[in-house]
Each structure stands twice: as structure tokens, then as C-alpha cells.
């Protein structure tokens, strides 16, 4: 399920646990949106966990080497694309 459409059903039940009869009623759906919120949560930090986990193994395959080289580059402002050759 995407999360707009997890949004508008809980923006639904509180809408109807605002509106209910009784107490216990919106009692009901008050936990029930709660649980939702829950549901939501743990599904946005499961997906940041599954990017994050990328992230440090293009870094590792390049090795220290590389990144002595871009530093030893900036340190005399030899970075960024090379000069296109004059024709």
C-alpha cells in the first residue's frame, strides 16, 4: 500500500473517531489509527534501512587509494572534469 493512500485512511479514522456517538466508540478508533500510525512508522524506517545499507559499498570497492587522490587533486585545485583539448 502507498503512503498517501495509508494517510488518507487515517486521516479518515480520526475524522470518524471525532465525529463518533460515544466515547467508547471513538475510543475504537482512536487505537485503530494508532496502530496505523505504528504501521506507517515502521515502514518508512524500513525502507531508509534498505537505502542505507547501499550506501558504503560503492565507497569500499573504490579504496583508500581514491580517496587520497581526489584529496592530493583539491589540495592543488586540480578537481572536477578535465580540460576539453583545443582543436
Known amino acids: 500500500m ?3 493512500a495509508a494517510f488518507d485512511k487515517l486521516s479518515h ?3 470518524q473517531a471525532q465525529e463518533a456517538p460515544t ?3 471513538s475510543r475504537t478508533l482512536i487505537a485503530e489509527a494508532l496502530q496505523r500510525v505504528e504501521r506507517i ?3 518508512v524506517l524500513t525502507a531508509a534501512e534498505k537505502r542505507g545499507r547501499k550506501g558504503g559499498t560503492k565507497t569500499a570497492q573504490r579504496g583508500p587509494d581514491y580517496f587520497r587522490q581526489i ?3 583539491r589540495k592543488v585545485r ?3 572534469r578535465p580540460r576539453k583539448p583545443v582543436e
Open 23 to 25: 466515547l467508547e466508540q
Open 71 to 73: 584529496a592530493a587533486m
Open 2 to 4: 502507498n503512503q498517501e
Open 13 to 15: 479514522c480520526l475524522h
Open 78 to 80: 586540480a578537481g572536477g
Open 41 to 43: 512508522a515502521k515502514a
